[in-house]
Nanobody
Framework: VQLQASGGGLVQAGGSLRLSCVAS????????MAWFRQAPGQEREIVAA????????YYVDIVKGRFTISRDNAKNTLYLQMNNLRPGDTAVYYC???????????????????WGQGTQVTVSS
């Protein structure tokens, strides 16, 4: 399984970016997917997650109303639309996936089996 993330970059506060993650080597439509991020000196943290069928998206409180996670199973692609970006959103963003359908996920890194290489998002003030 390979996950290839892209779409990061440098943007001013208040701007937008859309991250993409293309999956290969797996039946993407059966995978529980998520975006994590890791800022310098910080632990990797969940940002958003989405079930295999696109239902029940989860967001960490700090991004609710600003970020939208979505997926296109026909294109084996996961997205993260990020609006109204803040300097605090600066981090390396990782996509992650697992074929396990957790009934009550805790969205920890241990629940995800496969990881993309990360894409840098930098938000200037």
């Amino acid at each position: 399984v390979q996950l290839q993330a892209s779409g990061g970059g440098l943007v001013q506060a208040g701007g937008s970016l859309r991250l993409s993650c293309v999956a290969s080597g797996c039946t993407f439509s059966r995978y529980f997917m998520a975006w994590f991020r890791q800022a310098p000196g910080q632990e990797r943290e969940i940002v958003a997650a989405i079930r295999a069928d696109g239902g029940r998206p989860y967001y960490v409180d700090i991004v609710k109303g600003r970020f939208t996670i979505s997926r296109d199973n026909a294109k084996n692609t996961l997205y993260l639309q990020m609006n109204n970006l803040r300097p605090g959103d600066t981090a390396v963003y990782y996509c992650a996936g697992t074929p396990y359908d957790y009934s009550n996920p805790d969205y920890s890194i241990n629940e995800f089996d496969y990881w993309g290489q990360g894409t840098q998002v930098t938000v200037s003030s």
